[in-house]
Every structure is written in C-alpha cells, then in structure tokens.
C-alpha cells in the first residue's frame, strides 16, 4: 500500500529554472493539497484540490501552479525558482467531500534548494 | 484569523514519564483539530482526530483532548518511550463553507531520553 507518493526527494535548482514536483496518491481520495514547511512557520498550504478538474489557492499561492487532471495525481510547478522557494514541500490527500472529519495523509516530501 | 501555537518549542522527558503537550489556537469555529507525528526527514503521520462535537479521541497510549471555548488541546502521552522521540503537530481545520485548509502550529519537539 504505497499511501501518498512524492517524487523527487530531493533537488537542488538555480534560480530562474523552473521544475514540476510530482504527488500520487493510490487511495482514491477527492482531496489533495500542497503545503511547504519552513523553519519556525509551520506548514503552510500552497494549492488545493478537491477533485479532478478542480483546484483553488492556499495561503501561499504565488509563484506556483497546479493542474488536476487524474484522481491520483496533483503536480506542483514552480514556474521561475527563487530562493525564497527554498524549502521542504509535503503533499497530503484525504478522502471525503469539505465538511467531512478525515484525516489527512502525507508523503515524505520533497526537500527543495534553490542557489 | 485564525493562529496555532504549540509551547514548549522543545521537551526532554526520562523513559516512563506521563507528558502533556499543548496546542492553543485562537478562533473556536472550527470543524476538528488533528495531532501527527512527524520524524526527521519524513511526512506527517496523523495520530489523532477530534470532531468539534467531541470533547477527546484515545489510541493506545495517547489521549488528545479538547476545548473548543477556551481554544485548547492537550496530547496525553503516557509511559513515554524513546520510540515517541519526534516532533508533533498539531492542526486546526476552521470552518467555512467550501474551504478545504488546517493551519498548523509550528510543533513541539519531544525527546525522550533512555
């Protein structure tokens, strides 16, 4: 039972490249979001979807697009990396509609360096 | 808006020790709050579930409680272990129509000493 897989595990980026972080998930959940964890922040969430063909902003959405077309996955682009893009990005899904009380499921992440 | 703060940032116990980690957050509208468990180097690992409706959530060894008026949680951990060496979060998910979202708070790192 893989869970919520994320690929790469790690990368290391120069600033101006741009690069798709990678989320699959073999549950079948509706829900799935992206979040970036700093040090002494918190894990803060990017983008969300709450379905195939559905996808709305988190709290940090600039400088990140996300696209929905599958169930399973949910990828991440970073259109022009920046420093401030440095950072360990988790992908997480759910099963359930908004008002539902399930827990969430994370990957290992992806640790992300931008020079 | 909606904030989670988790103190101590850091905790050191002896083996066998009973400990309580706190979450304080600061608007009482929300839908649930979750404990995870989180090693070095790996995702979060979700622990425990409390509805809004329900006052605290067991399993095994931990007890999460909470007061959703005095925007409280408690993580109960007893018999500690090294095993439960890690850093816990918790995450509030607030209620809103349509919103899929926690906030987090920045989580407290627990080490448990043989």
Request: charged share 15%; hydrophobic share 30%; net charge neutral.
């Amino acid at each position: 039972n893989a869970g919520v897989t994320q690929t790469p595990k790690f990368q290391v980026l120069k600033t101006g490249q741009s690069m798709t972080l990678q989320c699959a998930q073999d549950m079948n959940h509706e829900y799935m979001s992206w979040y970036r964890q700093d040090p002494g922040m918190g894990l803060r969430l990017i983008h969300y979807s709450v379905g195939a063909g559905i996808t709305d902003q988190g709290e940090v959405p600039n400088g990140y697009n996300v696209s929905r077309s599958t169930t399973e996955d949910f990828p991440l682009r970073l259109l022009s990396a920046a420093p401030s893009q440095t950072s360990v990005y988790f992908c997480a899904s759910s099963y359930g509609g908004p008002d539902s009380n399930q827990p969430q499921h994370f990957g290992d992440g992806t640790r992300l360096s931008i020079l | 808006k909606q904030e989670v703060t988790q103190i101590p940032a850091a905790l050191s116990v002896p083996e066998g020790e009973n400990l309580v980690l706190n979450c304080s957050f600061t608007d009482s509208a929300i839908y649930n709050l979750q404990w995870f468990r989180q090693d070095p180097g790996k995702g979060l690992t979700s622990l425990l579930l409390i509805q809004s409706s329900q006052r605290e959530q067991t399993s095994g060894r931990l007890n999460a409680s909470l007061d959703k008026s005095s925007g409280r949680s408690t993580l109960y951990i007893a018999a500690s272990q090294p095993g439960d060496s890690a850093t816990y979060l918790c995450a509030v998910r607030p209620l809103g129509k349509g919103t899929y979202k926690y906030i987090f708070g920045t989580g407290t790192r627990l080490k448990v000493l043989a």
